[in-house]
């Protein structure tokens, strides 16, 4: 198993630019989520789903769209990219139920 | 809102020392609870999960206990090593969210 793969790896964009960070996984988990991670401070959670076709927001969704058309998907997508958004993002997933949320190695992303 | 605060903020100790990480929170109404270790530059490696109706688990020289109706966790390292150094997060989970701390930042020192 691959596990949890996000790309790209680092990517830098303009303010105003759109772009969509890619994540999948391959355990069919049914839950997956998108963090954010700021210096000094721990993940925010921006978006999740509990399934194909079930999106809802978290902590932090502004600036941020998501869809999840299959179990294995999950795009992250900033329509409009502002410098308040640079910052690590991360992607997860688990089982539905009380399971451990498994991490992928996240993307850098700076908007300048 | 849950809150989930991590004392101390960083911690740096000798080798073979045995440390106390603390993880608190504001809404006991937890699924679970789960301790994170990330190296610098790196993702999320998950150390150990406990349930709601768990008190305590252990892996290794790490053991963590859960008290739910004070709000809180600890993470228990036993004889610390320098290729312990990183930062570990606590993260609960309320239903669907997940809500993590800042985590500590420790560092051992050979």
């Known amino acids: 198993n691959a596990g949890v793969t996000q790309t790209p790896k680092f990517q830098v964009l303009k303010t105003g630019q759109s772009m969509t960070l890619q994540c999948a996984q391959d355990?069919?988990?049914?839950?997956m989520s998108w963090y954010r991670q700021d210096p000094g401070m721990g993940l925010r959670l921006i978006h999740y789903s509990v399934g194909a076709g079930i999106t809802d927001q978290g902590e932090v969704p502004n600036g941020y769209n998501v869809s999840r058309s299959t179990t294995e998907d999950f795009p992250l997508r900033l329509l409009s990219a502002a410098p308040s958004q640079t910052s690590v993002y991360f992607c997860?997933?688990?089982?539905?139920?009380?399971?451990?949320?498994?991490f992928g190695p996240g993307t850098r992303l700076t908007v300048t | 809102k849950q809150e989930v605060t991590q004392i101390p903020a960083a911690l740096s100790v000798p080798e073979g020392e045995n440390l106390v990480l603390n993880c608190s929170f504001t809404d006991s109404a937890i699924y679970n609870l789960q301790w994170f270790r990330q190296d610098p530059g790196k993702g999320l490696t998950s150390l150990l999960l406990?349930?709601?109706?768990?008190r305590e688990q252990t892996s290794g020289r790490l053991n963590a206990s859960l008290d739910k109706s004070s709000g809180r966790s600890t993470l228990y390292i036993a004889a610390s090593q320098p290729g312990d150094s990183a930062t570990y997060l606590c993260?609960?989970?309320?239903?669907?969210?997940?809500?993590f701390g800042s985590g500590t930042k420790l560092n051992v020192k050979p």
């Open positions: 997860a997933s688990n089982l539905q139920g009380a399971y451990e949320q498994y």
């Open positions: 355990m069919n988990h049914e839950y």
């Open positions: 993260a609960v989970r309320n239903f669907n969210k997940f809500y």
């Open positions: 406990i349930q709601s109706s768990q």
